[in-house]
């Protein structure tokens, strides 16, 4: 049982940053591989970026590599992604999720727990 809890979303104009936080409420967050998804209306939920569960390993899709930075603070519990050089594509809901096998996987069906998701949008 995991609950995850996102924030840090809001309007941003073209060219700015924003930094997301995913709270968690579970003990054992810091044995959880992490990632961040994001929708679009009207387009399926795409992968962002993921996080193995001690920080070692990162994986960015190509169209936020480079911008977008993933991090993790177990003794806080929480998940980070920092979004610098926002462009109006990446308007979107953004979740964060959980896998409690640890593994790092781009595949929504790898992961357990979701988020509720915080809105994004970069206007240009």
């Known amino acids: 049982q995991v609950q995850l809890v996102e924030s840090g979303g809001g309007l941003v104009q073209a060219g700015g940053s924003l930094r997301l936080s995913c709270a968690a409420s579970?003990?054992?967050?810091?044995?959880?591989?992490m990632g961040w998804f994001r929708q679009a209306p009207g387009k399926e939920r795409e992968f962002v970026a993921a996080?193995?569960?001690?920080?070692?390993?990162?994986y960015y899709a190509d169209s936020v590599k480079g911008r977008f930075t993933i991090s993790r603070d177990n003794a806080e519990n929480t998940v980070y992604l920092q979004m610098n050089s926002l462009k109006p594509e990446d308007t979107a809901v953004y979740y964060c999720?959980?896998?409690?096998?640890?593994?790092?996987?781009?595949?929504?069906?790898?992961?357990?727990?979701w988020g509720q998701g915080t809105q994004v949008t970069v206007s240009s």
């Open positions: 996080i193995s569960w001690s920080g070692g390993s990162t």
């Open positions: 579970g003990r054992t967050f810091s044995r959880y591989a």
């Open positions: 999720a959980a896998d409690v096998s640890r593994a790092l996987s781009t595949l929504i069906r790898g992961y357990d727990y």
